[in-house]
């Protein structure tokens, strides 16, 4: 096996992956919950990122973590929020299918 | 096997999981399983935090993301999803032409990041990241941390506010 | 003690909105209420009496109301020997009223409101003898007009009622017009309304010449409505349809009163420009003579009275033109007591009989004898019979004539007619024999609350003159005067021919009515133009009509015309052409103007049905669009 070393580049290719993955999810599935957890993987796509930037580019500085911290704690209040959104989105359409949520059209 | 090569085969192992586990989670029909999935792919990404030398920040994962938000996640999953039902579609009619379009990026993005050269800083991580990000925190931080706070708090008090039946 | 005189007014003034707005329902609490205020005003009136009889003032208390800058207007109080007097008369005048009001408007459906009137009028007079300037006076004179307006309308149900109130008012507005430009003209020359501070520029001759004059005869102008003089006297007579205490108050001591008091007031314009004080007087011995020569050939007994009050009044304003101020005011207070009492007398009579017209009644003094020696009291007194008030007073305003000899004559001449109109109204009243022998027999004396009031005035009538007695070293003329204090002579010479006019006048009328030695429908008709010009009012009413009622119908009915032929058609015709216009004008727009706008929309519709299809109203359409779109700039970059 070649043994290339595992360097910021993988990681950051990693980290688009998971990204494309996330947001494939966003566009594409009806269920609100699972739009959910998508959005939760961009997030983590761009923390990854963001830690992997901190070990390699500025491993004193701590700034990625620092930030990735902060994306952690603002997407669990976003989860938060939406999943009460997505309650109420519940009791009065009766079904958290996004695609149903299209009044405001035409 | 050096250990070089095990960083490597950890690191694709991961890898594997993690992307695995993505695809799971977009792709499954029934949202349980997505569900599990998603804290598969969450538990590989607090690995991978290990792997970068942010072990608070693994550890900040594992308990927020798996112990609450995934919970919550379920918890969401179970208050309305019916998961007996038989869906006739789990996506939507445009998952065709996203498929194309996130193709078209990822290429793109792995086109870009193939052999970029970043400037890459050969100084070694600190060994206490814990306790440097602790004092990070509440001297250059502070600011920032203090309106995260409030935002935890207004969320609360906002998903309360919008989840209860009137 | 003086500075508190406000109360005076104050008191009917809150005995009204207690009436109006509290015990309206209950009748013996509002006449309570009115009479109880305007007693208690006429105690607090002697007190003030005394005060000002031991310190002549003038004594002023104001305030600023409206500041101007320049100037303010001011409320005050002005309490000279004058206002004191007038206090003292309104109240007593209204007092007895009042009372007399318990028995005449017995049983009336609007007893109540109808002492909330009264006592509104006497806080309007009284409120009016106590201002100290012109703008305040002006407030007053205005309110007394309304309170004259309500109470002569009072049984507004008759439409003769109601006319004459309306006629009162508008007539006295017509004098009341000259009113305000003289108090325009005051505020022009003196910058201040003030009685004190424009006589003082009267004085030290800054308010002086042609501008005094005007503003004199212009003020009179409002006492001319006020006071019924020549040529606004027509609304008097008509005024009697109200309540007979009604009319005794407007002839004695309020309504008219008020124009008399108003030139006596500024008499001082009257003495700096002779002139105007010579107008006054011209005017005032006209409408005496005129008033009291109808007054000898009407048959209602109130007209007479009225026509009586209108020739006194221009006794008073006569002798104030001509400069005796004294003798005017003495007149006005003796004439409000035996005025007030002829009229509530009347009123007893009316009451009784139930008609307005003397030559149905006759022989009531029989059945009706204080009315009757009330009655005869009061004429005696008019008639300037000694040792009666009246004779004193007359005797002072004949006086007050010696100067000038043809006013004297006519002076006398009045008098003459006056002794002997009122004296055929007692004897076609109250002697020989019944001439309607069903009313007669319905006759019956008033009530106590009727004839109290009546010997209370018949005592005045008697013994108030007798203040102005001119052997009295401290009588009236030493306390109501301008200028200076005179001491006013007893003339044997014209109080002997006062006296002589008066008894012959007596004598002609005990001749022809009571006696029948000269008929009187002989000489009605020996003088038939004459008769039937005096009996018309010498066609005041009718001229007026043809001259200003008239005239204004036929302008109306000009402008009527005009209106339905001429504006109309214009109007008509503007509205033809437009709406050709609009007929040519539609066309246009719907097939032009329409078909351009139309042509538009259904553009923007069809593009819109078309593009509508983008707003799918789908989050995720919506957001693969904008990723599409990200990375479309990425690459594009």
Not at chain 1, 23 to 48: K, P, W, Y
Not at chain 2, 10 to 31: D, E, M, P, Q
Not at chain 3, 204 to 218: H, K, P, R, S
Not at chain 3, 611 to 631: K, M, P
């Amino acid at each position: 096996m070649d043994q290339v070393p595992i360097g910021l580049n993988h990681y950051l290719m990693l980290s688009g992956v998971l990204f494309t993955v996330g947001i494939f999810g966003v566009l594409t599935r009806r269920n609100a919950i699972a739009v959910l957890m998508s959005t939760e993987l961009m997030f983590n796509a761009a923390n990854i990122a963001l830690v992997a930037f901190s070990r390699f580019v500025t491993p004193a500085a701590l700034t990625g973590q620092i930030v990735a911290m902060f994306t952690i704690i603002v997407a669990a209040a976003e989860a938060t929020v939406a999943l009460a959104i997505v309650l109420l989105i519940y009791r009065s359409f009766k079904g958290i299918n996004v695609d149903r949520i299209n009044f405001m059209k035409w | 096997m050096t250990e070089i090569s095990l960083t490597n085969l950890t690191f694709y192992i991961l890898s594997f999981c993690i992307i695995a586990g993505g695809i799971f989670t977009v792709s499954s029909r029934n949202l349980f399983h997505s569900a599990v999935f998603l804290v598969f792919t969450l538990f590989s990404v607090a690995g991978m935090f290990v792997m970068l030398n942010a072990y608070l920040l693994a550890a900040i994962q594992v308990l927020i993301y798996v112990g609450a938000v995934a919970m919550l996640m379920i918890f969401g999953v179970m208050l309305t999803t019916r998961l007996a039902d038989v869906r006739l579609r789990h996506v939507n009619e445009q998952s065709w032409p996203a498929l194309a379009i996130c193709g078209f990026f990822l290429a793109f993005l792995v086109y870009g990041l193939w052999d970029t050269p970043f400037t890459v800083s050969g100084v070694p991580m600190p060994a206490d990241t814990a306790h440097a990000l602790g004092t990070l925190l509440m001297t250059k931080y502070v600011l920032p941390f203090e309106v995260v706070s409030l935002l935890l708090l207004a969320a609360l008090v906002g998903a309360v506010v919008i989840a209860k039946k009137d | 003690m003086l500075q508190n005189a406000w109360i005076i007014p104050a008191l009917p003034l809150a005995a009204t909105v207690l009436i109006i707005f509290g015990t309206h329902r209950n009748r013996a609490v509002s006449s309570g209420i009115s009479i109880a205020a305007i007693v208690s005003g006429f105690i607090y009136a002697v007190a003030i009496l005394f005060n000002v009889l031991h310190d002549h003032g003038p004594h002023e208390f104001y305030f600023k109301w409206l500041d101007f800058g320049s100037w303010h207007l001011q409320i005050g109080l002005l309490i000279d020997p004058l206002t004191a007097v007038m206090l003292l008369v309104v109240t007593i005048v209204s007092s007895c009223v009042q009372i007399y009001s318990l028995g005449y408007m017995h049983g009336d459906p609007r007893f109540s409101r109808y002492f909330a009137y009264i006592s509104l009028f006497s806080f309007s007079m009284l409120g009016l003898v106590l201002s100290n300037n012109f703008a305040m006076i002006f407030i007053f004179w205005e309110l007394v007009g309304l309170t004259s307006y309500l109470l002569i309308g009072f049984w507004f149900e008759k439409k003769s009622a109601s006319d004459a109130g309306k006629k009162a008012f508008i007539t006295t507005r017509a004098g009341d017009l000259g009113f305000i430009v003289g108090i325009l003209i005051t505020l022009y020359a003196c910058g201040t309304l003030n009685f004190g501070e424009v006589f003082t520029k009267i004085e030290t001759g800054v308010f002086a010449g042609g501008l005094l004059t005007a503003a004199g005869i212009f003020l009179f102008c409002g006492a001319v409505g006020k006071s019924a003089q020549f040529p606004l006297h027509v609304w008097l007579p008509d005024a009697m349809e109200g309540p007979t205490p009604v009319s005794a108050l407007i002839h004695a001591a309020t309504m008219v009163a008020a124009g008399v008091y108003l030139v006596a007031r500024i008499l001082t314009i009257y003495i700096a420009s002779e002139s105007a004080g010579m107008v006054v007087a011209v005017i005032g011995i006209t409408t005496s003579f005129m008033a009291a020569s109808i007054g000898l050939v009407q048959n209602d007994i109130k007209r007479v009275l009225a026509y009586s009050t209108v020739s006194q009044l221009g006794y008073m304003i006569m002798a104030l033109g001509l400069g005796a101020y004294t003798a005017g005011t003495f007149h006005l207070m003796t004439h409000a007591f035996f005025k007030a009492l002829l009229f509530l007398a009347a009123g007893s009579v009316i009451h009784a009989v139930h008609t307005n017209d003397m030559q149905e009644m006759g022989g009531l003094g029989k059945k009706m004898k204080i009315t009757a020696l009330t009655m005869f009291i009061a004429s005696f007194s008019i008639a300037g019979i000694f040792p009666l008030s009246g004779f004193w007073s007359k005797d002072e305003i004949v006086a007050s004539t010696s100067g000038h000899p043809i006013f004297m004559v006519l002076t006398l001449m009045v008098a003459f007619m006056t002794a002997f109109y009122m004296f055929r109204l007692c004897f076609l009243t109250f002697t020989g024999g019944p001439r309607d022998q069903h009313k007669f027999d319905h006759a019956h004396e008033s009530p106590k609350t009727m004839t109290v009031p009546l010997m209370v005035l018949a005592f005045l009538a008697i013994f108030a003159g007798w203040v102005g007695i001119p052997w009295l070293s401290h009588g009236f003329s030493s306390f109501v005067y301008h200028g200076e204090p005179h001491h006013a002579a007893f003339h044997f010479d014209i109080a002997g021919i006062s006296l002589f006019v008066g008894l012959s006048g007596i004598g002609l009328a005990y001749l022809m009515y009571y006696k029948g030695t000269i008929s009187p429908d002989k000489v009605a008709a020996r003088f038939r133009p004459l008769y039937t010009l005096l009996y018309n009012k010498y066609y005041f009413d009718e001229i007026y009509d043809a001259i200003f009622v008239q005239p204004l119908y036929a302008i109306c009915d000009f402008w009527f015309w005009f209106d339905q032929h001429i504006i109309d058609g214009l109007v008509n015709g503007a509205a033809t052409l437009t709406l050709w216009w609009s007929i040519a004008k539609n066309w246009f727009d719907v097939y032009i103007i329409d078909g351009a706008v139309n042509g538009a929309g259904y553009t923007i519709r069809g593009t819109g049905s078309i593009l509508r299809f983008a707003q799918t109203g789908r989050l995720q359409n919506y957001a693969l669009i904008i990723f599409a779109g990200v990375i479309l700039i990425w690459f594009l970059r």
